[in-house]
T-cell receptor, first 113, second 115 residues
Framework: AQTVTQSQPEMSVQEAETVTLSCTYDTSESNYYLFWYKQPPSRQMILVIRQEAYKQQNATENRFSVNFQKAAKSFSLKISDSQLGDTAMYFCAFMKHDDDMRFGAGTRLTVKP | SQTIHQWPATLVQPVGSPLSLECTVEGTSNPNLYWYRQAAGRGLQLLFYSVGIGQISSEVPQNLSASRPQDRQFILSSKKLLLSDSGFYLC??????????????FGPGTRLTVL
């Protein structure tokens, strides 16, 4: 079974600085999807970024980018120019099949003014 | 564009009472639908998954059940709630799109407190 590990329960960053959230996963599959979701205090789960394992190029969405290391089974999220609105829980997720999305325990990120 | 609705937003129910949470999706056809539960300070646990009307897969044995009476409607139910059923329930949908792959999108959630 696939497992997802987020080793940083809490992190903080100063506004306008860069922060990296870690995620590792365990799988024997070669094709799969990886996601980062953001959950602000409203608790709405918002997709931040996604990565297909067959793509070597790291995904980027504006200030959000990932460092995907397939051999190391690592999928970190980098947030550049952090904003107060980035304060939220961030969940890393792994999916092989449509009915089998696995989430990490989450990292609580606080952006300080 | 696609929209997903959940209601109620919050619910407080006594132990042993029934439960019905509803989820509807707009702007798409034949979506895959999901029910997740999130305990306080934890990640998400998949409860049920549906690929079509009347087709439900259960991931975790429990006193909850799910139904899909219409293409874009997904209902989570219980005949008798337990204290352990308290949590935040999220509905999600996905559609395989050419060139995009499968991505799940979530509704606003329902906060359930069982007393």
């Amino acid at each position: 079974a696939q497992t997802v590990t987020q080793s940083q329960p809490e992190m903080s960053v100063q506004e306008a600085e860069t922060v990296t959230l870690s995620c590792t996963y365990d799988t024997s599959e070669s094709n799969y999807y990886l996601f980062w979701y953001k959950q602000p205090p409203s608790r709405q789960m918002i997709l931040v970024i996604r990565q297909e394992a067959y793509k070597q190029q790291n995904a980027t969405e504006n200030r959000f980018s990932v460092n995907f290391q397939k051999a190391a089974k690592s999928f970190s999220l980098k947030i550049s120019d952090s904003q107060l609105g980035d304060t939220a829980m961030y969940f890393c997720a792994f999916m092989k099949h449509d009915d089998d999305m696995r989430f990490g325990a989450g990292t609580r990120l606080t952006v300080k003014p | 564009s696609q929209t997903i609705h959940q209601w109620p937003a919050t619910l407080v129910q006594p132990v042993g009472s029934p439960l019905s949470l509803e989820c509807t999706v707009e702007g798409t056809s034949n979506p895959n639908l999901y029910w997740y539960r999130q305990a306080a300070g934890r990640g998400l646990q998949l409860l049920f998954y549906s690929v079509g009307i009347g087709q439900i897969s259960s991931e975790v044995p429990q006193n909850l059940s799910a139904s899909r009476p219409q293409d874009r409607q997904f209902i989570l139910s219980s005949k008798k709630l337990l204290l352990s059923d308290s949590g935040f329930y999220l509905c999600a949908w996905s559609v395989l799109a050419s060139g995009v792959g499968v991505t799940q999108y979530f509704g606003p959630g329902t906060r359930l407190t069982v007393l």
